[in-house]
C-alpha cells in the first residue's frame, strides 16, 4: 500500500516563498508527483520527480529524496492565484496515482 | 477545446437509482483513469484503461460500479442502485504512456458532482 503525508494547510504573503512537504510510505515507489486544484476545478499536472534533487519549472520547483522518503514543492514569488489545494502523489508500480490529502495554501496581501 | 471532457457536470439523484457518467479523453491519449473525490480529500483512485482494455479496478470499485471504454475512445462510469455515500466528485483523466515516467502527467476533466439523496 501507499501513504502520503502532507500539511493541510498553509499561510503565506503575496510575493514570499512557501514550501509543501510530502513523506510517503510505499512499495515499489515510483517517482513523485505534485497537482494544484483551485477550488471547484479540476487537478492539474505540475512536477514530476523521478530521481532525487531539484526539478524547476519556471516559479515552481519540486525536490525528491528517496533515501529520506520525502519531497517538497516551493512556490517563489507568491501571487494570489497561487492560492489552491495542491496535491503530492505516487506512481508506484502501476500506473494509477495515489494522491496525498493536499495542501490548502493561502495567499495574503 | 481540446482537454478532457465529462459529462453531465452535476448529478442529482435518489439513493436507488442508476446514473452513468461520460468522460471524453483527450483524442489521441491512450490510457483513462477514473477517479473519485469527496470535500477536503485527493482523488483516489478507482479504474483505468489501456486502449479499450480495463486493467485494474480498485478495492474501492464495488460491484455496483461498472465503467466501459468500447472502442478506446470515450469512457463511461454507471453506479448502480446508488448510496448516500456514492455522493462525491468523479474525475476523469487521460495520458499518453510510451514509458512508465509518462504515466504520471495526467489531464483531468472538469468533473461530475454527484448527489445522492
Known amino acids: 500500500g501507499q501513504s502520503l503525508e502532507q500539511p493541510s494547510e498553509v499561510t503565506a504573503v503575496e510575493g514570499a516563498i512557501v514550501q509543501i512537504n510530502c513523506t510517503y510510505q510505499?512499495?515499489?515507489?515510483?517517482?513523485l508527483s505534485w497537482y494544484q486544484q483551485h477550488d471547484g476545478g479540476a487537478p492539474t499536472f505540475l512536477s514530476y520527480n523521478a530521481l532525487d534533487g531539484l526539478e524547476e519549472t519556471g516559479r515552481f520547483s519540486s525536490f525528491l529524496s528517496r533515501s529520506d522518503s520525502y519531497g517538497y514543492l516551493l512556490l517563489q514569488e507568491l501571487q494570489m492565484k497561487d492560492s489552491a489545494s495542491y496535491f503530492c502523489a505516487s506512481g508506484a508500480g502501476s500506473y494509477q496515482l495515489t494522491f496525498g490529502k493536499g495542501t490548502k495554501l493561502s495567499v495574503i496581501p | 477545446d481540446t482537454g478532457v471532457s465529462q459529462d453531465p457536470r452535476h448529478k442529482i439523484t435518489k439513493r436507488g437509482q442508476n446514473v452513468t457518467f461520460r468522460c471524453d479523453p483527450i483524442s489521441e491519449h491512450n490510457r483513462l483513469y477514473w477517479y473519485r473525490q469527496t470535500l477536503g480529500q485527493g482523488p483516489e483512485f478507482l479504474t483505468y484503461f489501456q486502449n479499450e482494455a480495463q486493467l485494474e479496478k480498485s478495492r474501492l470499485l464495488s460491484d455496483r460500479f461498472s465503467a466501459e471504454r468500447p472502442k478506446g475512445s470515450f469512457s463511461t462510469l454507471e453506479i448502480q442502485r446508488t448510496e448516500q455515500g456514492d455522493s462525491a466528485m468523479y474525475l476523469c483523466a487521460s495520458s499518453f504512456v510510451r514509458t512508465r515516467d509518462e504515466g504520471n502527467e495526467q489531464f483531468f476533466g472538469p468533473g461530475t458532482r454527484l448527489t445522492v439523496l
Open positions: 510505499t512499495s515499489g515507489f515510483y517517482g
